[in-house]
């Protein structure tokens, strides 16, 4: 990635025009950790970094214990409860390259294979700030050696970026993720598209909460959430203070597990714009579409943008800008979230 492209890009997202936000139209929305205690110490804000114009650093509270950080290819946030323009962004694990590394740590997974025991000694000691993780990521024919972390990013930037290292393997997370050129969704939106461990060069879904991993989650198994975007337009994903898993509570018009179907019974049902059958499903009229008919076809959709995370979410995606630029690093590498 080239410094002037993500220098120009973390500008473009701090001069965007941005409107008023709340957790209702964002659910777990945060510019720093300190957003995210209000769920509890073990919530880190995150960050996804995409390519999107206006959606640059999309940051949400997670859980932090498997948070895509450093040498864990952890969870990401999902959007599926945030406003139309901002599902767009499907998260993506990653490895990603970085510039300036103090210390480069042998990987010796195997291609299919790979856990935080494989991590070497440190083969390398320099004068930068963040210790890196050293993969040599190999098909039949070809070889890709990355010195990077994992990162949170979009699955367009993951495209564009070429962060799949090798075609053979971006065809591969691409099949394993479940893309759908339907809903331009990974996972279902309802999961992180991420290494099957750390280090392994295959990919699979990891879902939210109440999802089904078996079925790329896209099947609904439980009103569990672990994510607070995951419980649909509808509905609020609840934690208690100090847990990591909650329920979705859903909002007048919605109904069943993670607020999935309308509720025929409610004069909010498919938000005015539809019908809803006995199986909880929408019809929606002409000009609107989405689960519950709220999206409106004639339009682009909102224009309410978040704005950009600041701290150790900032970090998680923008650690490459805070090395080109000359920033200090303090929590390398690893999403400082508290304990």
């Not at 224009?303 to 303090?330: D, E, K, N, Q, Y």
Request: charged residues 10%; contains cysteine; aromatic residues 6%.
């Amino acid at each position: 990635m080239k410094i002037a492209t993500i220098v120009s890009t973390l500008a473009l997202s701090v001069s965007v025009a941005h409107a008023a936000q709340s957790a209702a139209d964002f659910p777990g929305i945060c510019k720093s950790e300190a957003d995210c205690k209000v769920y509890g110490t073990n919530y880190a804000c995150v960050s996804v970094d995409s390519s999107v114009a206006g959606l640059e650093t999309l940051s949400m509270c997670i859980p932090g214990g498997t948070v895509c950080s450093g040498q864990i290819s952890g969870a990401c946030p999902t959007f599926a409860a945030w406003p139309k323009a901002y599902r767009v962004v499907q998260p993506v694990c990653v490895l990603v390259p970085v510039l300036n590394c103090n210390k480069k740590f042998a990987v010796s997974a195997g291609s299919a294979t790979g856990t935080n025991a494989d991590v070497g000694a440190a083969s390398t000691t320099g004068s930068g700030t963040v210790e890196c993780y050293v993969r040599n990521f190999t098909t039949a024919t070809q070889y890709k050696v990355v010195e990077g972390i994992y990162q949170c990013v979009d699955y367009a930037k993951y495209l564009s970026s070429n962060f799949g290292y090798l075609q053979n393997l971006t065809d591969a997370t691409t099949a394993a993720c479940a893309y759908s050129s339907i809903t331009q969704t990974l996972c279902s939106g309802q999961g992180t598209c991420a290494p099957k461990s750390s280090f392994a060069q295959e990919y699979q879904c990891k879902c939210n909460k109440g999802y089904d991993g078996t079925a790329n989650c896209s099947t609904v198994t439980s009103n569990q959430c672990s994510s607070l975007g995951q419980c649909g337009t509808l509905g609020t994903c609840t934690v208690a203070a100090g847990a990591s898993t909650g329920t979705c509570s859903c909002k007048a018009g919605s109904t069943g597990n993670q607020c999935t179907k309308c509720d025929a019974t409610s004069t909010s049902a498919c938000s005015g714009h539809g019908t809803c059958d006995a199986s909880g499903v929408c019809t929606c009229a002409s000009k609107y579409s989405g689960t519950f008919c709220a999206d409106s076809t004639s339009t682009s959709g909102t224009s309410m943008t978040p704005t950009p995370a600041s701290g150790s979410a900032r970090l998680s995606s923008f650690v490459a800008t805070a090395i080109a630029t000359g920033m200090t690093i303090a929590a390398v590498g690893i999403v400082a979230f508290a304990s």
